[in-house]
């Protein structure tokens, strides 16, 4: 199970804009893929191309032996696909939604009542989509995309527009997804969710391809300081500074922070003298990867 | 086949859950039905109310079939209390007094109504010209014969039946093709079956179907009522409006198609939709007839697929035409669906 996505030299203009530029990379089988980037990146129209939904101007795509844009449906069977968390029919419930899809591609009716159950929304089977809340639907939306047991699963921006609650409930749908070997690719632009869910990340701005790795070797090239934090009053901000020897050292109502790039013998040395209260250690994130890449504050 | 069936079967459910779109396509033009079927019921009679004040001769002497000709026109009732009838006049109860002085007839009216007012100056003006001829003992040698224009069968019943069915037919089709594809459009929905491994004909297929469906649907609830309340009476070759509904909404269901391809929000659809599909109804005779509309108003109905779906209705189902009278209306429907669904499939979109 799993396949291969290669994508070569992709490039899609509108007018002046070329919204996709030159974009190329290569999707192993049962890898977990995203795309990241503001909105505008050029995200959701890569993905298009990829799906089959649009034809590349130039470039190509390949699934397996497949170029998507031809829409074979040998193909199709072998991909699921969610597009936005409203796709559904009108006025039916999310077990008839999913029977509806299911007959689409010609499966078993008792992969309903599997779906439902691996989503958990099995006491929301005979609700309406309309009456679902946003992270329902989200998790219908998915459910219908894995209906058939495809080998491939497009998400765009799944968890676009849910409160930070819902979004973390649908990660573990999310994780769940590739574990039986499938080739999944999200484009996002919440740069935690990618940096939990994702074996690589390509970070994309202005229809280009910025970075392409794994989000902790993203993070490691940045050689960004660590920030040390402690609860105010652990550590008198004289023997603070001592400990710091060269770090900055900042003091204020919060707690005193230390900036390292040696957290170790900063952690170590605090251990020493038991002043641990409190204790922080935040890295750099994909984030600051952003900032670094764009010299822009990233803004979702 | 099996995509097929549940697509059209997912259409006809969210069709009949959506309370307002079954309203709309059933329930509305039922109203219509009901509502003409209840003012035009007792239009043949509708008679003039004269009170009579003291002996009229030309009235009470009038020979025994000229009273009963004028009783088809005339209600006359008799009082001895004039101001109180004049009172009545002018109040709108009673439409005319009469009182006879020496050899004059007077006629007291009000113009508050025109139609009434003229229908009881002409009526009386005939009776004394008539009362003065008899003076003179002359033969007429004139004389005056009336026929209407239309089939004595074509009670009003007869005639609006076909016509709200085909206005009920037309925006039930053309409203469902609309918004289902704004809708799915706007939703994704369409860009998601494009990606599932099925023909795209298998969903235009499936919305043909099931608007074939709800016509039938909407024709069997027509033509029940019609029967069952209104005294409606099918002639022999009703069956076609099987299939004259069927081209019928293949047309409407590409203006549809058109709206909808045009449209960039439900709302803008609905208000498309509602600019073509109302006035059509007018200009097609689906309210009131066209016999005596000028020319141009003629002209511009025969270029409209309901004026020719009412036409093909109002033959087979209460003129008693034979079923060849449906197959131009027939032909014309499909030839414009041909037409419109082109120009629409040329600006279709799949996504905003």
């Given at each position: 199970?799993?396949?291969?996505?290669?994508?070569?030299?992709?490039?899609?203009?509108?007018?002046?804009?070329?919204?996709?530029?030159?974009?190329?990379?290569?999707?192993?089988?049962?890898?977990?893929?995203?795309?990241?980037?503001?909105?505008?990146?050029?995200?959701?129209?890569?993905?298009?191309?990829?799906?089959?939904?649009?034809?590349?101007?130039?470039?190509?795509?390949?699934?397996?032996?497949?170029?998507?844009?031809?829409?074979?449906?040998?193909?199709?069977?072998?991909?699921?696909?969610?597009?936005?968390?409203?796709?559904?029919?009108?006025?039916?419930?999310?077990?008839?939604?999913?029977?509806?899809?299911?007959?689409?591609?010609?499966?078993?009716?008792?992969?309903?009542?599997?779906?439902?159950?691996?989503?958990?929304?099995?006491?929301?089977?005979?609700?309406?989509?309309?009456?679902?809340?946003?992270?329902?639907?989200?998790?219908?939306?998915?459910?219908?995309?894995?209906?058939?047991?495809?080998?491939?699963?497009?998400?765009?921006?799944?968890?676009?527009?849910?409160?930070?609650?819902?979004?973390?409930?649908?990660?573990?749908?999310?994780?769940?997804?590739?574990?039986?070997?499938?080739?999944?690719?999200?484009?996002?632009?919440?740069?935690?969710?990618?940096?939990?869910?994702?074996?690589?990340?390509?970070?994309?701005?202005?229809?280009?391809?910025?970075?392409?790795?794994?989000?902790?070797?993203?993070?490691?090239?940045?050689?960004?300081?660590?920030?040390?934090?402690?609860?105010?009053?652990?550590?008198?901000?004289?023997?603070?500074?001592?400990?710091?020897?060269?770090?900055?050292?900042?003091?204020?109502?919060?707690?005193?922070?230390?900036?390292?790039?040696?957290?170790?013998?900063?952690?170590?040395?605090?251990?020493?003298?038991?002043?641990?209260?409190?204790?922080?250690?935040?890295?750099?994130?994909?984030?600051?990867?952003?900032?670094?890449?764009?010299?822009?504050?990233?803004?979702? | 086949?099996?995509?097929?069936?549940?697509?059209?079967?997912?259409?006809?459910?969210?069709?009949?859950?959506?309370?307002?779109?079954?309203?709309?396509?059933?329930?509305?033009?039922?109203?219509?039905?009901?509502?003409?079927?209840?003012?035009?019921?007792?239009?043949?009679?509708?008679?003039?109310?004269?009170?009579?004040?003291g002996a009229v001769s030309v009235l009470d002497d009038a020979p025994r079939a000229v009273r009963a000709a004028l009783d088809e026109?005339?209600?006359?009732?008799?009082?001895?209390?004039?101001?109180?009838?004049?009172?009545?006049?002018?109040?709108?109860?009673?439409?005319?007094?009469?009182?006879?002085?020496?050899?004059?007839?007077?006629?007291?009216?009000?113009?508050?109504?025109?139609?009434?007012?003229?229908?009881?100056?002409g009526t009386f003006e005939a009776i004394v010209q008539s009362a003065n001829l008899a003076e003179t003992g002359q033969v007429p040698?004139?004389?005056?014969?009336?026929?209407?224009?239309?089939?004595?069968?074509?009670?009003?019943?007869?005639?609006?039946?076909?016509?709200?069915?085909?206005?009920?037919?037309?925006?039930?089709?053309?409203?469902?093709?609309?918004?289902?594809?704004?809708?799915?459009?706007?939703?994704?929905?369409?860009?998601?079956?494009?990606?599932?491994?099925?023909?795209?004909?298998?969903?235009?297929?499936?919305?043909?179907?099931?608007?074939?469906?709800?016509?039938?649907?909407?024709?069997?609830?027509?033509?029940?009522?019609?029967?069952?309340?209104?005294?409606?009476?099918?002639?022999?070759?009703?069956?076609?409006?099987?299939?004259?509904?069927v081209c019928g909404t293949l047309a409407f269901m590409a203006i549809g198609l058109l709206a909808g391809a045009v449209a960039r929000?439900?709302?803008?659809?609905?208000?498309?939709?509602?600019?073509?599909?109302?006035?059509?109804?007018?200009?097609?005779?689906?309210?009131?007839?066209?016999?005596?509309?000028?020319?141009?108003?003629?002209?511009?109905?025969?270029?409209?697929?309901?004026?020719?779906?009412?036409?093909?209705?109002?033959?087979?189902?209460?003129?008693?035409?034979?079923?060849?009278?449906?197959?131009?209306?027939?032909?014309?429907?499909?030839?414009?669906?041909?037409?419109?669904?082109?120009?629409?499939?040329?600006?279709?979109?799949?996504?905003?």
């Amino acid at each position: 199970m799993g396949v291969e996505i290669r994508v070569e030299g992709l490039v899609m203009t509108y007018g002046d804009v070329r919204a996709v530029d030159d974009v190329s990379f290569t999707v192993a089988p049962g890898e977990f893929f995203g795309l990241l980037g503001p909105n505008g990146a050029g995200k959701t129209t890569t993905l298009e191309m990829i799906e089959g939904l649009r034809r590349p101007q130039s470039g190509t795509v390949r699934i397996g032996e497949h170029e998507p844009w031809r829409r074979e449906p040998e193909l199709q069977r072998r991909m699921g696909v969610q597009l936005q968390s409203s796709s559904f029919f009108e006025r039916l419930t999310a077990r008839e939604q999913l029977d509806t899809f299911g007959a689409l591609y010609g499966v078993a009716p008792g992969r309903t009542a599997e779906m439902l159950e691996q989503v958990g929304l099995v006491d929301k089977a005979d609700v309406r989509t309309e009456d679902l809340s946003g992270g329902q639907k989200q998790r219908l939306s998915i459910a219908c995309a894995l209906i058939h047991d495809p080998e491939v699963v497009f998400l765009d921006e799944p968890t676009a527009a849910l409160d930070p609650q819902a979004r973390r409930n649908l990660w573990d749908v999310l994780r769940s997804i590739n574990d039986s070997g499938r080739t999944v690719v999200l484009t996002t632009h919440h740069m935690d969710e990618a940096e939990v869910l994702c074996d690589r990340v390509a970070i994309m701005d202005a229809g280009r391809i910025l970075e392409l790795d794994t989000p902790a070797a993203l993070v490691r090239g940045l050689d960004a300081p660590v920030r040390i934090s402690l609860a105010p009053g652990t550590l008198p901000v004289s023997d603070a500074r001592a400990l710091a020897g060269d770090d900055p050292v900042t003091d204020d109502d919060s707690g005193t922070t230390i900036t390292t790039r040696d957290p170790s013998r900063v952690l170590t040395a605090l251990a020493r003298r038991d002043a641990l209260d409190g204790l922080s250690v935040k890295g750099a994130s994909l984030e600051d990867v952003f900032l670094e890449l764009t010299g822009r504050e990233y803004r979702a | 086949m099996r995509a097929f069936r549940s697509l059209a079967r997912a259409m006809l459910k969210g069709f009949f859950r959506d309370k307002m779109a079954f309203f709309f396509a059933v329930i509305f033009p039922l109203m219509f039905l009901v509502l003409f079927g209840g003012i035009f019921t007792d239009q043949g009679a509708s008679r003039s109310d004269v009170i009579q004040i003291g002996a009229v001769s030309v009235l009470d002497d009038a020979p025994r079939a000229v009273r009963a000709a004028l009783d088809e026109s005339l209600d006359v009732t008799r009082s001895s209390d004039e101001q109180d009838a004049l009172e009545q006049v002018r109040k709108g109860d009673a439409d005319a007094v009469i009182r006879q002085d020496g050899d004059r007839l007077v006629v007291r009216y009000s113009q508050a109504d025109q139609v009434q007012a003229a229908t009881v100056r002409g009526t009386f003006e005939a009776i004394v010209q008539s009362a003065n001829l008899a003076e003179t003992g002359q033969v007429p040698r004139f004389s005056l014969t009336t026929d209407q224009v239309e089939d004595d069968s074509l009670k009003s019943i007869q005639y609006y039946t076909p016509g709200l069915m085909g206005w009920a037919i037309a925006s039930g089709a053309t409203f469902g093709a609309a918004t289902n594809l704004v809708v799915w459009r706007r939703n994704g929905l369409l860009r998601r079956l494009r990606l599932a491994p099925i023909p795209t004909r298998s969903v235009v297929l499936a919305r043909v179907a099931v608007s074939i469906a709800i016509a039938i649907v909407q024709a069997a609830i027509f033509v029940g009522v019609g029967v069952a309340l209104f005294g409606l009476r099918l002639t022999g070759s009703w069956p076609m409006i099987v299939p004259l509904l069927v081209c019928g909404t293949l047309a409407f269901m590409a203006i549809g198609l058109l709206a909808g391809a045009v449209a960039r929000s439900e709302e803008a659809a609905v208000g498309i939709a509602n600019f073509v599909v109302l006035p059509m109804a007018f200009l097609s005779g689906s309210f009131f007839p066209l016999d005596g509309a000028p020319g141009y108003v003629t002209a511009i109905s025969k270029v409209l697929p309901l004026k020719h779906l009412n036409d093909g209705m109002l033959d087979t189902m209460v003129r008693g035409e034979g079923p060849s009278s449906a197959v131009v209306p027939m032909l014309i429907l499909l030839g414009f669906a041909v037409v419109v669904t082109a120009v629409a499939s040329r600006l279709f979109r799949w996504d905003d």
